[in-house]
């Protein structure tokens, strides 16, 4: 199947917050309530996959999951919850989540949220409406947009798509399709009018994929295990023969002092 | 036992009184009860703590092992057992630690059975599961020496694994150099979250290095509590053997650190005199230069108080290196701060405190030191005499304050959780997380109110100084009020609101003494229109409801009119009688049934009414712009009319 994207233009958002709207009865969020740890009544929550942010000048952004196409929170989830369907969603499986919480510190846009208030506690975050596209449905908030300000369908189409607006209306968009190409690339792209960098932790994200640095360091495991492994075996062999010598060369002066190892523990 | 010894163990029950009832609200209230911990800041102080700096801490396991087994340093031999138990526990203390901060504990088996060998954290949690049976591997002979287990099964156990000593203790060395790098490395996916000071390629390296130093040092500072609390003499020459190993290592991890900064060129954002900078080189000369500069003077290697005073710094300053990755390197300026609740610290604590009394209990019981127990026993086998193992002498000797002591233990524990159960606030027992808005307090202001104008608004003005009070206005004072704790203040006269509701009884319509939290009613309780997060009118249920796009046009009934609100259809057309069953005002004369009038309208009534008036009045004192809405709305913007009242900004700026 072919990767699936959203691509959300916005100049066309007016922030009508009709996605929240049919994304909150898609999935029977519930109402959002202040809670301490959030920022903002319209931040992304448990209660809220998507929201829109106002920026000045009657700007408006909708915040989702960016459904990475080598994402972060699926590298470093230990039991497999997270995971890419090849259809273009990043998915959460509750059921094996153990609740560590790696990927809402990997997460380089800050999106997964957790229930907080609750004892047994999930990760909530945007599922690109996995199940709806399984039944060849629009995401619910795609679907919902009264303006195509965001609008669904192959990955490779909307990013052409994205370049073709920005070629046909010259100094209407900042030149630059964001989620392209960062971090390998998202399935959910935008272009716009103003800059979109505070949508990431931190502006000038690399093309590096993220799970790209950690295999770094994960990729010298099994020489370490083999190095440190093998350097302290020898070393153990070869101190433990020269004591074992020096003691049978001057048995009558060194016995007092030295012990066999064995035995002491 | 020492009075010293009971006195400590008196206070470590008593945090575990305190432990036990916050495990409990942890498990049922679930984490945002328990914990300061957001969703942009989810690893506090128990991650930092209980598992970063715990594993570090309990380095001090193999790099003895090393020290001892490996490279056979004899001398070093007393030291090995209690560093191994000291790992030991301090590994089961991380486990522990783990179990609270997990959302869902109970699914940790779920890393064996659906492996992902592209997570680091994979790796960090096999080897600590691996090094954790290792740690018991290796301690358990030491457990096997107990009389109890002086027969046959047991004895050949004993044996074997004191055979296997050796393969333990390399893989041992194995596992704990893989993880307690793997920790470091657990941030290597957040390049764009971390601060450049501790972000960095070689963080593995520098955990790996920095947990060997303070392994070294852990171990001396565990001789000084034990001759602290047990009164075992100080092994001087090998303590000093050991800082200046530490020095050597601690003078590397500096080095290292420094020198990645140098070539990274965030050197200068150290020194820069940022808090971040600040704390980086507090952590940094702490934790290593200050330490290891003074291991190198063999004056301070040889002085108890000099070994003393580095292995604290040591301790601090590396607890400091894994609280900075952990947590303040996350900190945002905008806003988004981490400060542990008294519970996260609590249970860190009282974690801890329950690892004191295990390894007290051990060193009570069993031959954690065997040199103190049977002095010159180097010619004698290894194996433990059959007795047990402290002198029936003492026991008896002491006997009156042992039987005391479990008593004192229960009273501290039981006192102690009392306490806890009394200052945790209602608000977590009762698993309401939401947050009390505050209100701002209203103020008052002279105003005066026009006649009744027969519906329910009335002209309600702030007196100026200069303007004499218009005739048929009532002087009266006008409170400037939060309704909504929006931080949106209105005009509100409660005189007014008092007569209209029946006198002084009709106090109660508004002030429910008797609700949590909420002493009054919100005006848009009556004034159905105010808005909360949106407009009253959720323009979204509407198209649900009438059939989406479709229905459009049964309430923008021309097509060819802009849709909007003005060119709708009145709500009051369909929900002629909905609001004011709940509204307490009373239908207008005449009309069919009241509703209290809109804070807009009610605003906008107050204000522009009369300014238009004004305007109309003598345009050339008050000018065009008196009555427009930047008038009020300043710096006006669709958006920010929405969220902002006139007096908004001068409620801030009080």
Same mark, same amino acid.
């Given at each position: 199947?072919?990767?699936?994207?959203?691509?959300?233009?916005?100049?066309?958002?007016?922030?009508?917050?009709?996605?929240?709207?049919?994304?909150?009865?898609?999935?029977?969020?519930?109402? &959002?309530?202040?809670?301490?740890?959030?920022?903002?009544? &319209?931040?992304?929550?448990?209660?809220?996959?998507?929201?829109?942010?106002?920026?000045? #000048?009657?700007?408006?952004?909708?915040?989702?999951?960016?459904?990475?196409?080598?994402?972060?929170?699926?590298?470093?989830?230990?039991?497999?919850?997270?995971?890419?369907?090849?259809?273009?969603?990043?998915?959460?499986?509750?059921?094996?989540?153990?609740?560590?919480?790696?990927?809402?510190?990997?997460?380089?846009?800050?999106?997964?949220?957790?229930?907080?208030?609750?004892?047994?506690?999930?990760?909530?975050?945007?599922?690109?409406?996995?199940?709806?596209?399984?039944?060849?449905?629009?995401?619910?908030?795609?679907?919902?947009?009264?303006?195509?300000?965001?609008?669904?369908?192959?990955?490779?189409?909307?990013?052409?798509?994205?370049?073709?607006?920005?070629?046909?209306?010259?100094?209407?968009?900042? &030149?630059?399709?964001?989620?392209?190409?960062?971090? #390998?690339?998202?399935?959910?792209?935008?272009?716009?009018?103003?800059?979109?960098?505070?949508?990431?932790?931190?502006?000038?994200?690399?093309?590096?994929?993220?799970? &790209?640095?950690?295999?770094?360091?994960?990729?010298?495991?099994?020489?370490?295990?083999?190095?440190?492994? #093998?350097?302290?075996?020898?070393?153990?062999?070869?101190?433990?023969?020269?004591?074992?010598?020096?003691?049978?060369?001057?048995?009558?002066?060194?016995?007092?002092?030295?012990?066999?190892?064995?035995?002491?523990? | 036992?020492?009075?010293?010894?009971?006195?400590?163990?008196?206070?470590?029950?008593?945090?575990?009184?305190?432990?036990?009832?916050?495990?409990?609200?942890?498990?049922?209230?679930?984490?945002?009860?328990?914990?300061?911990?957001?969703?942009?800041?989810?690893?506090?102080?128990?991650?930092?703590?209980?598992?970063?700096?715990?594993?570090?801490?309990?380095?001090?396991?193999?790099?003895?092992?090393?020290?001892?087994?490996?490279?056979?340093?004899?001398?070093?031999?007393?030291?090995?057992?209690?560093?191994?138990?000291?790992?030991?526990?301090?590994?089961?203390?991380?486990?522990?630690?783990?179990?609270?901060?997990?959302?869902?504990?109970?699914?940790?088996?779920?890393?064996?059975? /659906?492996?992902?060998?592209?997570?680091?954290?994979?790796?960090?949690?096999?080897?600590?599961?691996?090094?954790?049976?290792?740690?018991?591997?290796?301690?358990?002979?030491?457990?096997?020496?107990?009389?109890?287990?002086?027969?046959?099964?047991?004895?050949?156990?004993?044996?074997?694994?004191?055979?296997?000593?050796?393969?333990?203790?390399?893989?041992?060395?194995?596992?704990?150099?893989?993880?307690?790098?793997?920790?470091?490395?657990?941030?290597?996916?957040?390049?764009?979250?971390?601060? %450049?000071?501790?972000?960095?390629?070689?963080?593995?390296?520098?955990?790996?290095?920095?947990?060997?130093?303070?392994?070294?040092?852990?171990?001396?500072?565990?001789?000084?509590?034990?001759?602290?609390?047990?009164? *075992?003499? +100080?092994?001087?020459?090998?303590?000093?053997?050991?800082?200046?190993?530490?020095?050597?290592?601690?003078?590397?991890?500096?080095? +290292?650190?420094?020198? =990645?900064?140098?070539?990274?060129?965030?050197?200068?954002?150290?020194?820069?005199?940022?808090?971040?900078?600040?704390? /980086?080189?507090?952590?940094?000369?702490?934790?290593?230069?200050?330490?290891?500069?003074?291991?190198? /003077?063999?004056?301070?290697?040889?002085?108890?108080?000099?070994?003393?005073?580095?292995?604290?710094?040591?301790?601090?300053?590396?607890?400091?290196?894994?609280? =900075?990755?952990?947590?303040?390197?996350?900190?945002?300026?905008?806003?988004?701060?981490?400060?542990?609740?008294?519970?996260?610290?609590?249970?860190?604590?009282?974690?801890?405190?329950?690892?004191?009394?295990?390894?007290? /209990?051990?060193?009570?019981?069993?031959?954690?030191?065997? @040199?103190?127990?049977?002095?010159? @026993? *180097?010619?004698?086998?290894?194996?433990?005499?059959?007795? %047990?193992?402290?002198?029936?002498?003492?026991?008896?000797?002491?006997?009156?304050?042992?039987?005391?002591?479990?008593?004192?233990?229960?009273?501290?524990?039981?006192?102690?959780?009392?306490?806890?159960?009394?200052?945790?606030?209602?608000?977590?027992? *009762?698993?309401?997380?939401?947050?009390?808005? %505050?209100?701002?307090?209203?103020?008052?202001?002279?105003?005066?109110?026009?006649?009744?104008?027969?519906?329910?608004?009335? =002209?309600?003005?702030? +007196?100026?100084?200069?303007?004499?009070?218009?005739?048929?206005?009532?002087?009266?004072?006008? +409170?400037?009020?939060?309704?909504?704790?929006?931080?949106?203040?209105?005009?509100?006269?409660?005189?007014? *609101?008092?007569?209209?509701?029946?006198?002084?009884?009709?106090?109660?319509?508004?002030?429910?003494?008797?609700?949590?939290?909420?002493? $009054?009613?919100?005006?848009?309780?009556?004034?159905?229109?105010?808005?909360?997060?949106?407009?009253?009118?959720?323009?979204?249920?509407?198209?649900?409801?009438?059939?989406?796009?479709?229905?459009?046009?049964?309430?923008?009934?021309?097509? $060819?009119?802009?849709?909007?609100?003005?060119?709708?259809?009145?709500?009051?057309?369909?929900?002629?009688?909905?609001?004011?069953?709940?509204?307490?005002?009373?239908?207008? @004369?005449?009309?069919?049934?009241?509703?209290?009038?809109?804070?807009?309208?009610?605003?906008?009534?107050?204000?522009?009414?009369?300014?238009?008036?004004?305007?109309?009045?003598?345009?050339?004192?008050?000018?065009?712009?008196?009555?427009?809405?930047?008038?009020?709305?300043?710096?006006?913007?669709?958006?920010?009319?929405?969220?902002?009242?006139?007096?908004?900004?001068?409620?801030?700026?009080?």
């Amino acid at each position: 199947m072919t990767a699936k994207a959203i691509l959300t233009d916005t100049t066309l958002c007016i922030g009508c917050e009709l996605c929240v709207e049919a994304c909150r009865r898609e999935y029977k969020l519930g109402e &959002d309530k202040p809670r301490p740890w959030k920022m903002r009544i &319209d931040d992304l929550s448990a209660t809220r996959y998507t929201t829109i942010v106002r920026r000045p #000048g009657s700007r408006f952004i909708r915040l989702q999951c960016r459904h990475c196409r080598q994402p972060a929170c699926v590298s470093v989830c230990l039991v497999g919850a997270m995971q890419k369907t090849p259809e273009g969603p990043v998915i959460y499986d509750p059921n094996r989540c153990i609740g560590c919480r790696y990927c809402m510190m990997a997460c380089p846009y800050g999106i997964p949220r957790y229930d907080w208030d609750k004892p047994v506690p999930f990760v909530r975050k945007c599922t690109l409406c996995y199940a709806r596209l399984g039944q060849g449905r629009e995401p619910a908030c795609v679907e919902a947009c009264p303006t195509k300000a965001t609008i669904f369908g192959a990955r490779d189409d909307l990013v052409a798509e994205a370049h073709r607006r920005i070629r046909e209306s010259p100094g209407k968009y900042i &030149d630059k399709v964001v989620g392209e190409t960062e971090i #390998g690339g998202t399935s959910v792209i935008y272009i716009s009018d103003i800059p979109l960098d505070f949508l990431a932790w931190s502006p000038g994200l690399d093309r590096t994929p993220l799970p &790209d640095l950690t295999w770094v360091a994960l990729s010298k495991v099994p020489p370490m295990v083999l190095g440190v492994g #093998g350097v302290m075996a020898g070393l153990w062999w070869i101190i433990d023969r020269r004591v074992k010598l020096a003691e049978h060369k001057e048995p009558e002066h060194k016995a007092p002092e030295h012990k066999e190892p064995e035995k002491k523990t | 036992m020492s009075t010293r010894r009971h006195v400590l163990k008196t206070i470590l029950w008593a945090i575990m009184g305190v432990l036990a009832v916050v495990t409990v609200v942890r498990f049922l209230r679930g984490l945002g009860a328990t914990t300061a911990l957001t969703d942009v800041t989810p690893w506090g102080f128990w991650i930092a703590f209980d598992v970063m700096s715990g594993v570090a801490l309990a380095a001090g396991g193999f790099v003895l092992a090393a020290t001892f087994y490996i490279f056979h340093m004899e001398a070093y031999h007393p030291f090995t057992r209690p560093a191994i138990l000291t790992a030991f526990l301090g590994y089961i203390a991380v486990a522990v630690g783990i179990m609270y901060d997990l959302g869902l504990p109970w699914n940790i088996w779920h890393t064996i059975f /659906f492996p992902q060998f592209r997570s680091v954290l994979f790796e960090v949690a096999m080897c600590v599961m691996l090094y954790l049976t290792v740690l018991a591997l290796e301690f358990s002979p030491v457990i096997l020496e107990h009389r109890w287990f002086n027969r046959p099964p047991f004895t050949a156990i004993y044996a074997l694994l004191r055979k296997a000593t050796i393969p333990l203790v390399i893989t041992g060395i194995v596992l704990s150099s893989l993880h307690q790098s793997s920790l470091g490395s657990l941030f290597l996916i957040a390049p764009y979250r971390l601060h %450049p000071l501790w972000y960095s390629p070689i963080i593995w390296i520098l955990f790996l290095v920095s947990a060997i130093g303070l392994g070294l040092m852990m171990v001396t500072a565990e001789s000084f509590f034990s001759s602290w609390m047990f009164g *075992h003499r +100080l092994r001087m020459n090998q303590l000093a053997g050991l800082g200046k190993a530490a020095s050597v290592v601690l003078f590397l991890y500096a080095t +290292l650190r420094l020198g =990645d900064l140098a070539v990274r060129g965030t050197l200068g954002s150290a020194i820069d005199g940022s808090w971040q900078g600040n704390l /980086f080189l507090f952590e940094l000369v702490l934790g290593a230069l200050l330490p290891a500069t003074l291991l190198a /003077f063999r004056g301070v290697r040889n002085s108890p108080a000099g070994l003393a005073a580095s292995a604290a710094m040591t301790v601090l300053g590396t607890i400091g290196y894994r609280f =900075d990755v952990c947590i303040v390197a996350f900190y945002r300026p905008e806003g988004m701060s981490y400060f542990p609740s008294w519970m996260e610290v609590a249970v860190s604590l009282g974690i801890v405190a329950g690892a004191v009394l295990v390894f007290i /209990f051990f060193v009570e019981r069993l031959r954690v030191y065997p @040199e103190e127990h049977e002095s010159g @026993e *180097h010619g004698e086998e290894a194996r433990p005499s059959p007795g %047990p193992v402290f002198n029936p002498g003492t026991v008896r000797a002491l006997l009156p304050l042992s039987l005391a002591a479990p008593r004192f233990y229960s009273i501290a524990f039981v006192g102690a959780a009392a306490a806890a159960i009394g200052i945790i606030s209602g608000n977590v027992l *009762h698993a309401d997380p939401s947050v009390h808005t %505050p209100v701002s307090a209203a103020r008052t202001l002279d105003g005066v109110v026009g006649p009744p104008t027969g519906g329910h608004l009335r =002209d309600v003005r702030v +007196l100026q100084k200069d303007i004499p009070v218009p005739d048929g206005y009532k002087a009266m004072p006008l +409170l400037m009020i939060n309704g909504n704790r929006d931080d949106r203040l209105v005009l509100f006269s409660h005189d007014l *609101h008092i007569t209209k509701f029946g006198g002084l009884p009709s106090c109660v319509k508004c002030h429910h003494e008797n609700l949590p939290f909420d002493k $009054n009613t919100t005006c848009d309780k009556c004034h159905r229109d105010m808005y909360n997060t949106t407009d009253t009118f959720r323009h979204a249920s509407h198209v649900a409801k009438l059939g989406g796009e479709k229905g459009c046009v049964r309430c923008h009934r021309d097509t $060819n009119q802009v849709k909007d609100r003005a060119t709708a259809t009145a709500c009051s057309k369909c929900h002629a009688d909905v609001p004011s069953q709940e509204t307490v005002v009373k239908p207008k @004369e005449g009309t069919k049934k009241g509703v209290a009038a809109g804070y807009m309208d009610a605003m906008h009534g107050l204000c522009i009414t009369c300014h238009r008036q004004m305007v109309q009045q003598s345009p050339k004192e008050y000018g065009p712009d008196f009555a427009r809405c930047a008038n009020c709305h300043r710096d006006f913007d669709a958006t920010q009319l929405l969220r902002m009242g006139p007096y908004a900004e001068e409620a801030r700026r009080k």
